[in-house]
């Protein structure tokens, strides 16, 4: 089986700082790392190589900094990994993105041999839009199977999808070539191995493809050929709140006060009342 | 279906070319299951009805699939203006791929300004499809809809990195414009048996064999009121330490017969399911009372709260961001306060 698994660098943040002059993010000193959401796609590619054979390659569509990303999946067991990189990239919204991706895939499937599988993680943590696996599908006309928990092949040209829903688990026969976009909880990722790390070192099996090797229109990928534009953004306007505190002597000092306020305050004490009535406490 | 698009104008090839003014009508995409049109597609009514209005046209409610033409009226009733039906009996097996070119095919036809499609597991898997086919634009998880008054283009409302932006996102020269929502962002428009519509029955020539089958489908038994829709919520988040931590705040909530929820890192730390997360990448509730345990306040956290009305922090760090975003607040440890609370519950609730 040969399969691609995308990657994203995204910054690794929790905090973000917003520049009070221009009101943008801040992402410099800001250190980036593989989309958390990607391990699970990347576990999932290495356990179908284990299980049956074949080559898991990465693919990223970034500025050059990403190759640290690649050079972390190869540490974990990936095969090799392939940077599309080009000015003319650049700015692009998801349609874009999944376009220069899908021709990739294309471009892997006709330079290195055929391709099985694509896998995508779930979504990215910096702005999550979920898109880019449908959105690849949809390009390379492949079938689309979102939120897999577990993959088995089960003939030569076929794999059965397990994946899990709001109110339902679900198996799918899904034909070959596809794209599946991984559950964030569903696997955990496998540590980086040394021999690995060496193997990054003697062979450096990444390799960069510009616009000169992938010969896109300009007009399809980067800023052009994304329809949507940031229009503006505004903060998230501050909701008011009453901010009273209180230091309890004790834990029934706490639990007396805060019942005592509550049943004060006109919109909770209703629901409280009303829920205590229903009955609770079963 | 579609006319041969014109290649004159200057624009990628695999897209053809519009014109904006062509286009109009708000689509809603109407997700049916075992139950019928899906709440959360009609919830997308709610925003349709705000964009249709400012956009001076119709509501179109959208139902692909087989045995779906009896829902039409549902439709109609909880707020669109047209139904149109495409029921078909190749169509009786979802699959997000054939469905999508589905769409696809009706939209290239109808030439909607605007389509909402509610961001169900299904509806992530399908609007980017549905999107991509047509060469359009699509925003996800929208908060918030409208429209710029000069120039008519839908402003599609997401919050971006952090939680602390919101983007205003459009697409000026692409249609149609495609905005998803999380369910229950919007709520359910109030269902009005005395309104009527046309409904348009449509026909498909092809539809392309799906290459992927649903093979067997369990359900899972919900027997809880899902988060987004309780009036009392009791959230943890890491300070709880521990699972046991868990067990004490819902034996709270057994008592005064509110939902458990909690925070990414109670999520992460395996204390409790992912559909119980609220937040940003969790769920947005609109909860009458909020009872945060042991979180710090973080932005994307406090995010899915800003439509609680009354919230409430139990944290033992004096400095703990989320008091400055409370309306009450208690330094000291839960494991002191929660025992006591129970009882203070029990002995209200016997005066009552
Ligand atoms: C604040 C903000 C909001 C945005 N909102 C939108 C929007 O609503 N609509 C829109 O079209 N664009 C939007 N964009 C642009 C969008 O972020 C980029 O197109 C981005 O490159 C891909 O989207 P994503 O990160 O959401 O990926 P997702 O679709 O969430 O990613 C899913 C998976 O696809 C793979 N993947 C994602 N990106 C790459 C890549 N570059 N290379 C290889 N694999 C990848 C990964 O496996 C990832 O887990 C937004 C950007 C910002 C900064
Ligand atoms: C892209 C992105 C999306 C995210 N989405 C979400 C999301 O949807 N939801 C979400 O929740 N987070 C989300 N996060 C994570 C978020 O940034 C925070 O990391 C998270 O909310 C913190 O969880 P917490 O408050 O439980 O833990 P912490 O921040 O670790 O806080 C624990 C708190 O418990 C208090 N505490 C400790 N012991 C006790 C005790 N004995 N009694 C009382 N209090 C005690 C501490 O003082 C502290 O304030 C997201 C992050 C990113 C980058």
């Known amino acids: 089986m040969r399969i691609v698994v995308g990657m994203k660098w995204v910054p690794g943040t929790t905090s973000v700082r917003i520049d009070p002059k221009t009101g943008t993010l801040i992402r410099e000193g800001v250190p980036s790392i593989v989309n958390p959401h990607d391990m699970p796609a990347v576990e999932l590619a290495l356990q179908l190589k284990d299980a049956y054979g074949g080559e898991v390659i990465a693919l990223t569509m970034s500025p050059p900094p990403a190759i640290r990303g690649l050079e972390y999946l190869i540490g974990m067991g990936v095969d090799r990994a392939i940077l599309v990189s080009d000015r003319v990239y650049a700015g692009a919204d998801t349609l874009a993105t999944s376009y220069v991706l899908a021709k990739a895939i294309e471009k892997i499937d006709k330079e290195i041999g055929k391709v099985d599988l694509a896998i995508f993680g779930q979504e990215t943590i910096d702005s999550s839009t979920a898109h880019i696996g449908a959105q690849t599908a949809s390009w390379l006309d492949w079938p689309y199977i979102y939120y897999a928990h577990s993959v088995k092949l089960i003939d030569n040209n076929k794999v059965l999808v397990e994946r899990v829903l709001e109110n339902a688990i679900e198996d799918w026969e899904v034909e070959m070539p596809a794209v599946i976009g991984t559950h964030m909880k569903a696997l955990k990722p496998r540590p980086v191995r040394l021999i690995n790390k060496i193997r990054y070192k003697v062979e450096k099996p990444i390799v960069t493809w510009t616009n000169n090797e992938m010969k896109l229109d300009p007009r399809c990928t980067g800023l052009k050929g994304s329809p949507t534009i940031v229009a503006k953004t505004v903060d998230v306007p501050e909701v008011p709140r009453k901010k009273i505190v209180y230091k309890p002597k004790d834990g029934e000092d706490a639990a007396k006060w805060l019942i005592k306020t509550l049943l004060e305050d006109e919109k909770a004490s209703k629901a409280i009342i009303k829920a205590l009535k229903e009955g609770g406490g079963k | ?352």
């Open chain 2, 1 to 352: 279906m579609s006319s041969e698009p014109k290649k004159d104008c200057n624009i990628c090839p695999e897209w053809d070319c519009q014109n904006v003014n062509d286009f109009k009508n708000v689509w809603v995409v109407g997700e049916v299951d075992e139950n019928g049109i899906s709440e959360p597609s009609l919830q997308m009514l709610t925003p349709a009805n705000k964009i249709a209005s400012k956009l001076n046209t119709k509501i179109v409610g959208l139902l692909v699939g087989y045995n779906v033409k009896k829902y039409a009226k549902e439709f109609i009733e909880y707020g669109a203006d047209e139904v149109i039906v495409l029921d078909d009996e190749r169509l009786s097996m979802y699959s997000p791929h054939i469905y999508a070119r589905t769409i696809a095919e009706l939209a290239k036809k109808y030439k909607p300004a605007v389509i909402f499609i509610s961001a169900t597991m299904k509806g992530r898997e399908l609007g980017p499809y549905v999107a991509n086919t047509l060469r359009a634009g699509i925003t996800a998880d929208c908060t918030d809809f409208d429209v710029d008054e000069k120039t008519k283009d839908v402003l599609l409302i997401r919050p971006p990195f952090g939680a602390v932006l919101l983007a205003y996102i459009k697409t000026p020269t692409r249609r149609p414009q495609i905005g998803t929502a999380r369910p229950n962002v919007f709520k359910l428009p109030p269902r009005d048996p005395n309104r009527n519509g046309e409904i348009i029955e449509e026909k498909i020539d092809y539809i392309p064999k799906p290459k992927a089958r649903l093979v067997s489908r369990k359900l899972l038994p919900i027997n809880e009121v899902p988060i987004e829709k309780a009036d009392l919520i009791v959230s943890g988040g890491k300070g709880l330490g521990n699972v046991e931590g868990f067990k004490l705040l819902e034996e709270l909530a057994s008592k005064m017969n509110a939902a458990v929820a909690g925070s990414r890192k109670a999520v992460d730390m395996g204390w409790i399911p992912h559909e119980k997360q609220v937040g940003q990448t969790g769920k947005s509730v609109k909860p009458i009372l909020y009872l945060a345990v042991g979180i710090s306040g973080a932005a994307q956290h406090m995010f899915g709260i800003r439509e609680a009305e009354v919230v409430v922090a139990i944290n033992n760090d004096p400095n703990a961001p989320i008091f400055s975003q409370a309306d009450y607040g208690i330094v000291a440890d839960y494991k002191q306060v929660i025992p006591a609370l129970i009882k203070e519950i029990e002995s209200l609730k016997k005066q009552l």
